[in-house]
């Protein structure tokens, strides 16, 4: 079936897109790595490795990814056996999110999946045949654009959320144990970054630390992220600005420093490069946000 994707991410009435069984070469995967959308990938056929927040993740039949906003991530498909997925991105505003009682809220999965940095389901034959008929359905509203076709599309997405939550807690599909991709001095160097944001953290520097010359630490860096590393690291930097934008009063001067950016200068061209506005700008609009 042809790909769909009806919305875009500057629709701010409805912030919703959908790409339905597309199958993507490695030279055509996505580029963006962080995003202030909520995911869910669902893999129908074909093999691949999916990087999530520093870890990798096997793809193939019946896998499902649930990428909460501000997580690094780049799905890089097989290139003999691609991978033929259908994405849901949508902005957590669209979700249901009053709280009827304690036990369960929509978001929840994303929340704890982020929490214990485990990002995949994988799904019994059953559950699989019953979310590729939700999709479907997602589909055939978005094509038909009949009256109501958005909010049907909308309870469908929270359905799902609903049947993929139950199955966690019911252990009867469960977050997976990531996989054994790369070598292993790639794992020890990225929670190596994570744990050191706020140094240098040169080219040099990483592959002395990982034992290994700095031509190839770029070549496999590249090869197992599917991104270079000064791009990974300011994704990660700029994620944990926003993240002390939003929950400190630090001065944004003081968080620049703390993130690891050479200076103001860099942390705003940085930030703004990213984020399409500047720090000030950011925390305060998400101030206002938040008092809303």
Known sequence: MKTIKKVSNNNFLFPF????????SPQNELSDHIHDYYEIVYVYSGKG????????????????????NDVIHRAMPDKEDPV??????????????ILIDDSFSFLNLFEMAKKVKHYKMVLSLKSQKKMEEQLLTIYQEMQK??????????????????????????????????NTFGPHWIKEILAYINDHLDQPLTLTELASQALVS????????????GM??????????VIKAKELLVKTDD??????????FESMTHFHRIFKKYID?????????HKVTRIH
């Open 17 to 24: 897109s959908f790409i339905y069984r597309d199958t993507k």
């Open 145 to 178: 654009n009949d009256l109501g076709h958005k909010h049907a599309s909308l309870l469908i997405v929270h359905q799902i959320i609903l049947d993929l939550y139950r199955a966690h807690m019911d252990n009867k599909e469960h977050l997976m144990e990531r």
């Open 214 to 225: 700095s031509s190839h630490f770029s070549r496999v860096f590249k090869q197992t992220t």
């Open 277 to 285: 506005r500047t720090p000030a700008n950011f925390r305060k609009e």
């Open 84 to 97: 033929t997925s259908t994405i849901i991105f949508f902005s957590p505003t669209l979700i249901y999110n």
């Open 49 to 68: 490795t999916f990087f999530i927040d520093d870890h990798f993740y096997d793809m193939q039949q019946g896998d499902v990814f649930l990428i909460p």
């Open 228 to 237: 270079g590393l000064t791009v990974y690291l300011n994704s990660k930097r």
């Open 251 to 260: 001065s944004v001067s003081s968080i620049a420093e703390i993130c690891g």
